[in-house]
């Protein structure tokens, strides 16, 4: 008896979408004719498949129902034996969307100046990349002129990619060794960790998750890995990965066939010793610090209602009290459409008030919840001052109730 015989046993007769929706999934990840084996490593692709289901229309409905089903099928495959190490759905977020809040972070704006120097600013980034290309002679220089302008123009901390014997051609200097096993072929800004011993943990020949997907032909455009594989044995081993977790793994394809993956890593959140905390000088006590409840969202925040995360002041040496300070999230207002924006949190005369001003420097227009913003006053009056301020730039006061639905 197979896995799914013995999961169908399970369920009620009144319940045939379950076995639809894990078929569904089966046929996506090993196909029709190949046993199905649940697994603790699945998380990757259980993402990947989710994330195609949106790419391709499902409805919201749709996607939370297929979930549903495939969470039940691991509850039964975590009590059946098949998921010693961990179940995939406790150990990452998959009901939504694809990563945790803690882990999905919006990376700094890295171009400065107005909308129109940052336009040029990045026009002149893609040129540099593109100058990069084509010096290029071969396939590995390529790909190492690629990860090099990558990592400088976007302000990333490291990338590596993969190449499959596919990609052999007398352009690729690289060497391989059997038909299924992926090669490093270039690097940048390896943390030490993944430098040790002659980068032993990139070059292990044992298949890590984004490049198991790629070879059953589900990686087909960029996901994000919440934890990499090859990051994890790293740390394992002790090393130092500079506070990397996880990974973009985005596959190399050509004419349909699949060469390689790039990947490119980062690390988020308000690092210890911020410029703005009081033993570094600051006016702030520590607050939050990446990796502590102090740097989540509370609890009561439904976070199935949020499109866009957005990160700030996460440089040691650099502090922003404004949203749009440092960010890409005047770009991603624009890109939105979104003309009008509600302004609430901590602190009035700090946050909330820069946030405000800079949502009013941007063109657009500021409603400010008077009910949802609370003042520090380190200097008495501060709150009221900045309200005033806000006002006279021409933002709006509202109360809750009287936008609320």
């Known amino acids: 008896m197979d896995v799914l015989e013995r999961f169908a046993e399970t369920l009620n007769l009144e319940e045939p979408e379950v076995l639809d929706h894990l078929r569904a999934f089966i046929e996506w990840y090993v196909g029709s004719e190949s046993e199905f084996i649940p697994s603790s ?6 993402r990947t498949y989710l994330m195609q289901m949106k790419m391709s229309g499902a ?18 495959a975590e009590s059946a034996g098949f998921l010693p190490d961990y179940h995939p759905f406790t150990e990452f977020s998959i009901d939504r969307p694809f990563l945790t809040r803690e882990q999905i972070r919006r990376r700094k704006e890295i171009f400065s100046g107005s909308s129109e120097e940052r336009e040029i600013s990045r026009l002149r980034a893609l040129n540099q990349l593109a100058e990069q ?16 302008t990558l990592v ?23 060497s391989v060794s059997s038909s299924d096993r992926f090669s490093l072929a270039a690097t940048c800004g390896l943390p030490p960790g993944l430098e040790k011993n002659d980068r032993h943990h990139l070059k292990d020949v044992k298949l890590c998750h984004c490049q198991f997907v790629m070879l059953n032909g589900n990686l087909k455009r960029a996901v994000n890995i919440v934890e990499c594989t090859r990051l994890q044995q790293a740390a394992r081993d002790n090393g130092d990965n500079q506070g990397l977790m996880f990974h973009a793994s985005v596959p190399i394809i050509a004419s349909g066939q699949p060469l390689g993956i790039m990947n490119v890593a980062t690390q988020d959140w308000h690092p210890p010793g911020h410029v703005s905390f009081r033993a570094q000088g600051g006016a702030w006590p520590p607050h939050c610090v990446a990796g502590t409840p102090g740097a989540r969202f509370h609890p009561g925040v439904d976070a199935s209602r949020v499109d866009l995360i957005v990160s700030k002041a996460a440089r040691p040496e650099a502090d922003a009290y404004s949203g749009f300070e440092g960010t890409a999230l005047a770009a ?38 008077e009910d949802a913003v609370r003042a520090v006053d380190l200097k008495e009056g501060d709150g009221a001052r900045a309200l005033e301020e806000m006002r006279r730039a021409g933002c709006r006061m509202a109360r809750s109730g009287d936008i609320a639905g």
């Open 133 to 148: 290309l084509n010096r290029s002679s071969d396939v590995q220089t390529t790909l190492t002129a690629a990860l090099e």
């Open 41 to 46: 490593g699945d998380d990757v692709a259980l």
């Open 59 to 76: 409805s919201a409905k749709s996607q939370g129902e297929q979930v549903a089903s495939l969470r039940r099928f691991y509850d039964w």
């Open 152 to 174: 400088s123009l976007m302000s990333l901390q490291t990338a590596w990619a993969f190449l499959l014997p596919t990609a052999s051609s007398p352009l690729v200097s690289v």
């Open 332 to 369: 991603d207002l624009r890109g939105r459409g979104v003309k009008r924006i509600f302004v609430c949190g901590l602190a009035t005369d700090y946050c909330v008030r820069a946030t405000a001003l800079d949502g009013r420097r941007e063109g657009l227009e500021v409603v400010v919840v």
